[in-house]
């Protein structure tokens, strides 16, 4: 099992940074890492679904760094090779 943040749409990137900035703050070396680790593209999404089932992960989960709803159809969007 494996696991990464993610956001998609408008200014995604800047709002996992965000996200991360202030979850990671007593490591921010660390938080630089995670968040430049996360997705934010369809692509990037399916990339790292793709290398993460190359090496037999069998079980990824996605945690949105956006509250907004549309966020799931976003993903499902990517996942399915849509959006």
Do not use: H, K, N
């Not at 494996?2 to 703050?25: K, P, T």
């Not at 660390?30 to 679904?49: C, Y």
Request: hydrophobic share 50%; net charge negative; charged share 20%.
């Amino acid at each position: 099992m494996a696991a990464a943040y993610f956001a998609l749409g408008a200014d995604a990137d800047s709002r996992i940074e965000a996200y991360i900035s202030d979850y990671y703050g007593f490591m921010p070396q660390m938080g630089a890492v995670v968040a430049g680790a996360s997705p934010s593209t369809p692509d990037r999404i399916r990339d790292a679904l793709a290398a993460y089932e190359s090496v037999g992960v069998g079980e990824f989960l996605l945690w949105p760094r956006d509250a907004s709803l549309d966020q799931v159809d976003r993903l499902a969007g990517a996942v399915a090779g849509g959006w």
